[in-house]
């Protein structure tokens, strides 16, 4: 069987050390992949014009996957590629606690849930403008409190999009990664995520949505709440959730909150999927002003890349990859700073790799 292709693209800020850190223990490991570096990022724009020039960009369309290191202002237009152009419409975003990581709660022992969120649609990629453009076009119309566009006079608007198609084929999606976490020993159980109070029409739709499939598979269970109770079960409750499905800005600002519950963003992995080509990241940001120190905490890109493996159907080098992170926590003397340690991004990945093997 050919070896799987992968991209790695680090793209800004801490993310090539990152990236680099990620790619030396899974080539060091000897996983059947052909790892490929081509130009990317804030470091290449003075000499291609672009983060991501064009014989990078068809690499990522002919890749089995794309691992990516953070994105600042330069590399969004590869988020951009990735992600909306690329159609991967859900983010799978875990949140899972390892013995020896720091978090924000007494005892976080046991958590292990999975954010899904819409990553097509909703407030964001931001579709705004001037608030006299929908005056002019929309006269007619008037909101929950009788006011017309033209009765709030200057300002911008942005608009959020809630489609059938776009929350069904969320949800199926749902359905079946809680079925298969079910036969894992996980509860099997989804929780929706809405604020159908304040949104009558698209949270209604959303939610009604998930329930009715959800609805589908008697061996799972369902329930939903406001997304400002659930900002607040996740600190009281974290223990009692499995899937948790999200419309798009709601699953950006929650999976920040619960990142602090298992360790910090420098923990939590991400992948987007649903696409031709799936990529997968960690959920932090470019940090710029700790880029090039090697201090940055490789953790979440190595999950990410444990993702990867598993999407791929390499279950077995995702499980070892997994294991040799736990076992790194659980030791607790090869740590960056983020998690109380001492160690450097090359240290951690070092570590990592020797439990590999």
């Known amino acids: 069987m050919a070896k ?20 030396y223990v899974l080539e060091k490991a000897g996983f059947d992949l052909e790892i490929l570096k081509p130009p990317n990022g804030e470091a290449v724009v003075e000499k291609y014009g672009t983060a991501f020039p064009e014989e990078t960009r068809k690499l990522c369309n002919e890749a089995d996957a794309v691992l990516f290191g953070a994105s600042g202002q330069a590399s969004s237009i590869i988020i951009l590629h990735l992600r909306w152009i690329g159609d991967n419409f859900v983010n799978i975003r875990p949140a899972k606690y390892y013995q020896g990581t720091t978090s924000c709660i007494k005892d976080p022992t046991g958590i292990d849930f999975v954010l899904l969120r819409e990553n097509s649609e909703g407030l964001i990629p931001g579709r705004e403008g001037d608030l006299s453009l929908l005056a002019e076009r929309i006269p007619e119309y008037r909101d929950m409190l009788g006011k017309s566009f033209a009765d709030y006079g200057e300002g911008k608007f942005a608009v959020r999009i809630v489609t059938k198609r776009g929350t069904q084929r969320l949800a199926k999606f749902a359905c079946e990664f809680a079925l298969k976490r079910k036969k894992q020993g996980h509860p099997g159980k989804v929780t929706c995520v809405h604020k159908y109070n304040a949104f009558p029409e698209s949270d209604h739709l959303f939610e009604g949505i998930v329930r009715e499939e959800v609805e589908k598979h ?73 880029a090039g120190k090697n201090v940055a905490n490789p953790t979440a890109t190595i999950l990410s890349a444990k993702l990867m493996l598993e999407h791929l159907g390499m279950q077995n080098e995702a499980d070892a990859l997994e294991k040799a992170v736990a076992m790194v926590y659980k030791e607790g003397k090869t740590l960056t700073f983020d998690q109380g340690g001492s160690a450097t991004t090359t240290e951690f990945a070092e570590a990592v790799l020797k439990k590999i093997k």
Do not use: H, W
């Open 4 to 23: 799987k292709r992968i991209v790695a693209l680090g793209g800004d800020g801490i993310g090539p050390e990152v990236v680099d850190a990620t790619c």
């Open 218 to 290: 008697p061996e799972l269970t369902y329930d939903q709440y406001y997304v400002d109770d659930m900002a607040r079960r996740l600190l009281r409750y974290p223990k009692d959730f499995d899937v948790i499905v999200l419309e798009n800005m709601f699953g950006d600002i929650l999976s920040d909150e619960v990142s602090e519950l298992v360790g910090g963003l420098g923990i939590v992995p991400s992948g987007c999927v649903g696409g031709k080509v799936p990529y997968f990241e960690s959920v932090a940001g470019s940090a710029p002003k700790y």
